[in-house]
């Protein structure tokens, strides 16, 4: 709204500064605020209200938007993305021990921590200070029985809170409320040995899923395998892997990508055998509130198990390149911007150095063009939403002017054309060449594209026996 000239540039973002802009509503919008709207959507506000029945043209409303200055509507917002630390400690009973876990996840900056086979049947207060220090003022836990198995659950309430704790066998689950509004399940898991118990487990985790519909992440220890490369040797239970596979199947889960490592577990002996037991399953739905993830497996510490660091904001900033949007070749003015930008100097005789300018130079002007044309699409449809909600509420208590009840119109009609613009664009950037374009919906694409972009990223490489991550 900063951009629209209804606020002013210096005007913080809060709850008072939100209540103040709805205002504005209260009375008829000025035709000086209809027209700087409807102009941010490359429309042009009729001269007189007979002339308003011309507003109809969704394709044609897609061609002339315009990005502008669209960066206030984020300033609303504030990063309370949950950083979440998954760790079997093998134990938390040596006083050393727990100084070694702390200071591992004082390190690892994170806000919700799940530590599993904690050998310990009773928590306190003191005691989760002592082993994950104290900004970790909520906690949750599954006594060990006898000396095995536990789990800790530790988070910050400052980030988000956990509700609707249960506790199962093998596993502990609650609804997280995250400060940004969001909700999902979480089930920590700590998998137990031999095949009866393995099944069992697995009911009682589908049965914990049914109950608990919505977005769903469950980390930990699994003690099993799904594929065969999951494991550096031809030892395998393919029953157990069958079921487990199954068990992902049916409920429509996704594995993580995790970066670093192949394997989180080995047996630290002479004949050594690895595999890959540690692992972080979420929901389509969670991945898409979710899509900057990403997930490392870091150095093992003091355990026989790697530590799985997952960051929901991580940021992946790769060096931006040119891109052909297939959506470009619709707008009205894309042959006239190639045949524009189709040029270069008089002195480049060379036909490749030729080629090779007139190649960057359209690049470059289409990238400026496209922009122009089209700008970030969300911001845009979260504009034109708060403008049409707050028009509807004023509905209700005064008439509207002619002028905005064209623009209520005039932006529901662009909203059409912006969430089949959106659509095609997540579609080619899925690359999902398989699908025709009315055969799925935007969210298939979106996941899609996320996960390829979360496993090709890479954190940091290794040069000269350092690592450099920037």
């Avoid at 006594?143 to 789990?151: C, E, H, K, N």
């Avoid at 898991?189 to 985790?205: A, H, I, N, R, S």
């Avoid at 055998?273 to 993830?293: A, H």
């Avoid at 060096?319 to 002195?347: H, M, N, P, S, Y």
Wanted: hydrophobic letters at 40%; proline letters at 4%; one cysteine or more.
């Amino acid at each position: 709204m900063k951009a629209l000239g209804l606020v002013p540039e210096d005007l913080e973002g809060n709850e008072d500064t939100i209540a103040e802009l709805a205002e504005i509503f209260d009375s008829p919008l000025r035709e000086q605020h209809v027209r700087v709207i409807a102009a941010l959507f490359g429309k042009e506000v009729p001269p007189t209200p007979d002339a308003c029945s011309g507003a109809g043209g969704v394709e044609r409303s897609l061609i002339a938007l315009v990005l502008g200055g669209c960066s206030g509507v984020s300033s609303f917002l504030m990063d309370w993305n949950p950083q979440v630390l998954s760790w079997n400690v093998r134990g938390l009973n040596n006083p050393a021990k727990r100084n070694a876990v702390r200071e591992f996840v004082v390190d690892a900056k994170v806000n919700l921590v799940c530590l599993e086979e904690t050998k310990i049947d009773v928590f306190d207060p003191y005691l989760v200070m002592q082993c994950i220090g104290p900004s970790f003022d909520g906690f949750a836990y599954l006594p060990a029985l006898d000396t095995r198995g536990g789990i800790l659950l530790g988070w910050s309430s400052a980030h988000l809170s956990i509700s609707n704790i249960t506790f199962d066998r093998n596993f502990l689950s609650g609804l997280v409320h995250s400060q940004d509004g969001l909700e999902w399940w979480l089930s920590a898991v700590y998998g137990p040995q031999g095949d009866e118990l393995k099944t069992q487990f697995l009911v009682e985790l589908q049965h914990r899923r049914d109950v608990s519909p919505g977005p769903w992440m469950v980390l930990g220890d699994f003690n099993m395998i799904i594929r065969a490369n999951e494991k550096s040797n031809s030892n395998l239970n393919r029953g157990m892997m069958r079921k487990f596979k199954a068990f992902v199947d049916n409920n429509e889960l996704k594995e993580l990508y995790m970066h670093g490592r192949r394997f989180t577990w080995s047996n630290e002996r002479d004949q050594l055998v690895m595999t890959k037991i540690d692992r972080v399953l979420v929901s389509v739905d969670w991945e898409l509130n979710f899509p900057d993830v990403l997930l490392q497996a870091l150095s093992s510490n003091i355990s026989d198990h790697a530590p799985l660091h997952l960051s929901t904001s991580a940021l992946f900033c790769p060096k931006r390149r040119f891109r052909f949007e297939i959506c470009w070749t619709r707008l009205e003015g894309f042959e006239q911007a190639v045949k524009d930008a189709w040029v270069c100097e008089d002195d480049t005789v060379d036909p490749f150095k030729r080629l090779n300018a007139l190649l960057r130079n359209t690049a470059s002007a289409l990238q400026a063009w496209g922009q122009r044309k089209i700008g970030n699409i969300k911001i845009h449809m979260a504009i034109a939403n708060f403008v049409i909600l707050r028009l509807e509420r004023a509905m209700e208590s005064r008439q509207l002017d002619w002028r905005e009840r064209w623009l209520r119109r005039s932006l529901k009609h662009t909203l059409l054309g912006l969430a089949s613009l959106q659509r095609t664009i997540e579609r080619q950037r899925s690359r999902l060449r398989w699908i025709r374009e009315g055969d799925a919906n935007t969210k298939l694409f979106q996941a899609v594209a996320n996960g390829r972009r979360t496993k090709n990223f890479i954190p940091h490489i290794r040069h000269n026996g350092e690592l450099v991550s920037q």
